[in-house]
């Protein structure tokens, strides 16, 4: 059986509102310095630079290095790793049960992610999908959003998942037309929830990037689980 009250920050924190405390934003602009440790020994480098360094233990020994951030970024929370565009901002909620992050892409769409712990079947993960597409629906309908129309549940599933999503459809003040996907997913050993929503004009812009998250969900390995750090509770 899912409870209601497992999914009470879905839809609050797909609207804009704060994430549980010791929420941690994060940011699309990478830092400049890196330290590079070689053999030991430790530089201070600028990223995107081929640079020669010359060791102080060894003058007679000098490397030439580049270190560049990656276009794609991965992120795990407790029972399931994802990849997303480095332009996103992270803000991750860190609970030790049910942990969300929300990511904000500079494009304009967002996606709430739930790792819900452990896999799902059929009949639960039907139950999960009302909760949250109600959870959903109710807030749109508090803020008097115009034009609402929830579509009916369907199977869907990506490159390592399967389950069910909802579309819900919106206009907004500026009589832009929006869209919201609801999921939840489920694959070897893990479970998401995940709340999409853009503008529809950005849509051709989103659909890769969005994409490339939807088709990332894995699940941590015994090794990994035991090398991540606990949430902060």
Known sequence: MIRHAAFSLTAGALLGL???????????????????????????????????????????????VALRVAPTQRLRLNSVQLEYDWLAKVEDDRKPRQRSVRLTHELGFSMLITDLGQELPPDALSEALKIVTDSVTQSFRR???????????????FAGTTGMGVMIRYRDEQDLDHTC?????????????????????????????????????????????????????
């Open 143 to 157: 803020l008097k959003i115009a034009n609402l129309e929830v579509g009916d549940p369907r199977e869907s599933g």
């Open 18 to 64: 704060p994430l549980a405390a010791g929420a941690q934003p994060g940011s699309a602009t990478p830092p400049l310095t890196y330290e590079l440790i070689i053999n030991g020994e430790s530089f201070l480098i600028e990223a995107n630079r081929l640079v020669k360094l010359q060791s102080k233990q060894s003058p007679e020994t000098s490397y030439q």
């Open 181 to 233: 996907l609801v999921y939840v997913l489920t694959g070897p050993k893990f479970a998401v929830s995940c709340v999409v929503q853009y503008v529809n004009r950005d849509f051709e812009d989103a659909k890769p990037l969005l994409k490339k998250t939807l088709d990332s969900f894995r699940p941590l390995s015994a090794e990994t689980r035991q090398e991540t750090p606990s949430p902060r509770r």
